[in-house]
């Protein structure tokens, strides 16, 4: 039986535990460094030391020298409580799901990945710089020492001969800031202090706002201000030493290009609400609607839907995929799930949550969704782009005969079976574009998605769009049978109508049968709508 008297003595792996181990990927550190300068300015608006768009976050790299530096202008720590803070591990006066970081440890993690990591801090009024020094160097041979030479050591002992504290004048008692430095980082960790890599980090997992540029930025501000759910930004900026530090966003753009089909954009933002038992919001999200041709090229940074909680992302870019029954689900999608119920707790790494009861709720609900309505979403997105393709495959083949027939040049009868053959498909498919744009859809509440009918007359309301901007240029009338004692054939998609320019010149715009169709089922009375379309194609097509 252990005499609860006794000592635990507590081994030097636990650094190792806490810092190389904690994290796969290096740059998640500054993760950890700027959620707890986050935390900081929170505290110094709340205190009135800042306004509340006063606060900023300043990451500074030299790649010359292998040093990062992360400054904060927050509360800082007052000289009598800086080593107590600091010297302590898995001890923190943060609340846990009120802060974004709570655990005590984040600001040990650059220990494993630089020669010295350095905490220089002052508080308001005082007229003392405090500092807290880490070594390293020294921590990891003692570390190999305790693993492989057998050398005894506790996590006092390592701690004692490592970590030394100074102070130093400071010239103006009103500053107030926090400072990280790490320097000499390990050439093996060489993206630490590559300003690409890092500023690619930060853009989607730091707590910044969206890119000038992201047209949907205000509309989802205004929804989560609606839901009582403001998003927290923080000001952030990555710069080399000595120049212009450039602030951070989230690099959201409307365009993006698919894996196999071409370029598409964002053309709106949808919303979903996840709410447990008793009515109270644990999630929301946006995603934004496009064509849904294809999946989103890998290169693409901001593809799938990501998880944050405080506006911090949870994860990389996969980790919400396995609740999508397909890989790829995962990736017709760009969009933002925000957590918000406090007992959704990050694990240690930040790659998820904890196992819990919440956990097991916010799962089944988010994989309900996302196997239904947006699996629905992308794969009707997906065929509605095959019936257009079919369509254009016909406009297309149409084209070509009618140039080859103006040029002189003879059509063959095979070429005049596959035009039929190809017409006829084009038909079917717009007809059944018809119909799913025919389909009732029920009035939105302001609070729920839109539902996936909605959204799928909207991929195909852009289509119709766009072709209509961009017709293909087919004048049909013109064109003539392979066998000239046979009826001219006409085109299935297009029809020519004379039109008199500002020049009093005729030319032909061309129009889409189907757009004609509309009109005509949007003004005449059921039955004549479509005794008029079938003498339309009767006669045209």
Not at 10 to 34: Q, S, W
Not at 133 to 148: A, V
Not at 475 to 485: A, L, Y
Not at 506 to 520: A, D, G, N, Y
Request: charged share 30%.
């Amino acid at each position: 039986m252990i005499n609860m008297q006794d000592n635990v003595t507590v081994g030097v792996n636990i650094l190792e535990t806490l810092t190389t181990a904690m994290y796969k990927d290096p740059l998640v550190i500054f993760r950890e460094y700027i959620q707890n300068a986050c935390d900081q300015i929170d505290e110094a608006v709340k205190n009135g030391l800042l306004a509340s768009n006063e606060g900023q976050v300043e990451l500074w790299i030299d790649d010359e020298q292998h040093l990062v530096s992360i400054e904060d202008n927050a509360t800082g720590i007052p000289a009598k409580s800086f080593r107590q803070t600091l010297y302590s591990i898995g001890e923190s006066a943060k609340t846990l799901g009120e802060t974004k970081g709570f655990r005590g440890i984040g600001h040990w993690c650059g220990l494993a990945y630089c020669e010295t990591l350095m905490f220089v801090s002052k508080a308001k009024g005082e007229d003392i710089e405090s500092i807290m020094t880490c070594d390293g160097m020294t921590l990891r041979q003692m570390m190999t020492e305790h693993n492989l030479d057998k050398v005894s050591y506790t996590l006092d002992e390592v701690m004692a001969k490592t970590v030394t504290f100074s102070t130093k004048k400071a010239n103006d008692k009103d500053n107030h800031y926090f400072k990280v430095r790490l320097i000499g980082i390990n050439e093996d960790h060489k993206k630490l202090y590559t300003l690409q890599d890092v500023k690619d980090y930060l853009s989607f997992v730091a707590p910044v706002g969206y890119a000038a540029e992201f047209r949907f930025r205000s509309t989802i501000h205004d929804y989560a201000k609606s839901i009582n759910q403001p998003i927290q930004e923080y000001k952030i900026s990555v710069g080399v030493e000595g120049k212009t530090c450039e602030h951070v966003s989230k690099k959201y753009t409307k365009s993006f290009t698919t894996h196999s089909r071409g370029d598409d954009e964002i053309t709106d933002v949808a919303f979903q609400n996840f709410k447990d038992d008793k009515g109270n919001l644990i999630a929301w999200l946006w995603f934004g609607l496009c064509d849904f041709k294809a999946q989103i090229l890998k290169e693409n940074q901001m593809r799938g839907i990501r998880l944050r909680t405080q506006n911090i992302q949870i994860g990389n870019d996969d980790a919400l995929q396995k609740l999508f029954k397909e890989d790829r689900g995962q990736y017709y999608f760009v969009g933002e799930l925000f957590a918000i119920a406090k007992d959704l707790i990050p694990n240690a790494q930040r790659d998820y949550f904890n196992a819990n009861e919440a956990r097991s709720r916010f799962e089944q609900l988010v994989t309900n969704f996302f196997n239904e309505d947006l699996s629905a979403i992308y794969k009707e997105g997906s065929k509605i782009n095959s019936k257009y393709k079919k369509i254009e495959s016909a406009g297309s083949l149409e084209a070509k005969l009618y140039s080859d027939m103006s040029s002189g040049k003879t059509v063959s009868e095979e070429e005049h079976k596959r035009l039929k053959q190809i017409k006829k498909e084009a038909k079917n498919a717009q007809s059944e574009l018809d119909k799913i744009r025919a389909r009732n859809v029920t009035k939105l509440d302001s609070n729920q998605v839109k539902k996936v009918d909605n959204i799928v007359k909207k991929i195909i309301d852009n289509n119709e769009k766009k072709r209509a901007n961009q017709p293909l240029q087919i004048v049909v009338s013109n064109i003539v049978s392979v066998d000239e004692k046979n009826t001219p054939e006409t085109s299935l998609s297009r029809v020519a109508v004379p039109t008199t320019t500002a020049q009093n010149d005729t030319s032909e715009k061309l129009v889409p049968v189907s757009r004609i169709c509309r009109i005509i089922r949007e003004l005449a009375e059921s039955s004549t709508a479509e005794a008029i379309i079938a003498k339309i194609e009767e006669e045209l097509l």
